[in-house]
């Protein structure tokens, strides 16, 4: 099964930025749309961003202009740029494939995430 590692998450002030990874184990971005993720404590895991097989691009509201995200198939893995953060962007960040018909309409083993902490 594939798998996935998030990494480059921290403790950041407000107004800072953060650049996260996601390293899946095959090379499937060719084959999935993906998206990352994010948990924060007493709430459920929402969808902030997810990007095509193609690489077009879409963002919840609550990060749309300052979060990016992009992939490179080659290196099998997507990023996830955040810039001007706040503090309501403090979560677990896990990446994971988007629910489609090639993985049955669900999403694959979700990794451990990044914690993203952000200070006032």
């Known amino acids: 099964q594939v798998q996935f590692v998030e990494s480059g998450g921290g403790l950041v002030q407000s107004g800072g930025s953060l650049r996260l990874s996601c390293a899946a184990s095959?090379?499937?971005?060719?084959?999935?749309?993906m998206g990352w993720y994010r948990q924060a404590p007493e709430k459920q895991r929402e969808l902030v961003a997810a990007?095509?097989?193609?690489?077009?691009?879409n963002y919840a509201d609550s990060v749309k202009g300052r979060f990016t995200i992009s992939k490179d198939n080659a290196k099998n893995t997507m990023y996830l740029q955040m810039n001007s953060l706040k503090p309501e962007d403090t979560a677990v960040y896990y990446c994971?494939?988007?629910?489609?018909?090639?993985?049955?309409?669900?999403?694959?083993?979700w990794g451990q995430g990044t914690q993203v902490t952000v200070s006032s």
């Open positions: 994971n494939a988007l629910p489609s018909e090639a993985n049955g309409w669900h999403p694959l083993q």
């Open positions: 990007i095509t097989t193609d690489d077009n691009t």
């Open positions: 095959e090379s499937i971005f060719s084959i999935y749309g």
